[in-house]
Antibody, heavy 116, light 107 residues
Framework: QVQLQESGPGLVKPSETLSLTCTVS????????WSWIRQPPGRGLEWIAY???????DYNPSLKSRLTISVDTSKKQFSLKLSSVTAADTAVYYC??????????WGQGTLVTVSS | DIQMTQSPSSLSASVGDRVTITCRAS??????LNWYQQKPGKAPKLLIS???SLQTGVPSRFSGSGSGTDFTLTISSLQPEDFATYYC?????????FGQGTTLEIK
């Protein structure tokens, strides 16, 4: 059974960089697209970016200037870096695997709070 | 960006009711439309992909239909475990976008 697990600091200071990693188990990281999706508390879902195992990426234009996403196939991990964060970046961050044209497998999510 | 508009935003219903949630895209997305169910504190769960394909393990009381710009999610007979928030989401083009959600509450 494919499992995804997000990890990273739960608290980030304003203007600093948010860094998260998603670790994949129970399946291959190769041959799939992998996405980051976030959800501010009490609000809806926002797609952030995806990466393919080759390193091909696509970013949400609303966040593109602050985003870096990378993959380490040897560790079965992919990562997100979001720079210059503000309180508006406080959210639960999910990683998910593309299956065809949908996201079947999701991590449990990790809450990142931006606060001094 | 493709805008996804769900209606209603919230809905009160009783166990056994038939409910329909609609989702409209701001442009044609063919059948690249997914429905997710989310319960508090949990990740979204994929119910239906490609507008009408029921995921393995999802009860048959859930169904989806539509293509182009107009889509529906129908629950034929509500069960207690169905009270949750439902999101539509387009996979036609990036940035992938979601509807604002429909919260299904117990009447």
């Amino acid at each position: 059974q494919v499992q995804l697990q997000e990890s990273g600091p739960g608290l980030v200071k304003p203007s600093e960089t948010l860094s998260l990693t998603c670790t994949v188990s129970g399946g291959s990281i190769s041959g799939y697209y992998w996405s980051w999706i976030r959800q501010p508390p009490g609000r809806g879902l926002e797609w952030i970016a995806y990466i393919y195992d080759s390193g091909r990426t696509d970013y949400n234009p609303s966040l593109k200037s602050r985003l870096t996403i990378s993959v380490d196939t040897s560790k079965k991990q992919f990562s997100l870096k979001l720079s210059s964060v503000t309180a508006a970046d406080t959210a639960v961050y999910y990683c998910a695997r593309h299956d065809g044209s949908s996201w079947l497998y999701w991590g449990q999510g990790t809450l990142v709070t931006v606060s001094s | 960006d493709i805008q996804m508009t769900q209606s209603p935003s919230s809905l009160s219903a009783s166990v056994g009711d038939r409910v329909t949630i609609t989702c409209r895209a701001s442009q044609s997305i063919s059948s690249y439309l997914n429905w997710y169910q989310q319960k508090p504190g949990k990740a979204p769960k994929l119910l239906i992909s490609d507008a009408s394909s029921l995921q393995t393990g999802v009860p048959s009381r859930f169904s989806g239909s539509g293509s182009g710009t107009d889509f529906t999610l129908t629950i034929s007979s509500l069960q207690p475990e169905d009270f949750a928030t439902y999101y539509c989401q387009q996979f036609y083009s990036t940035p992938y976008t979601f509807g604002q959600g429909t919260t299904l509450e117990i009447k």
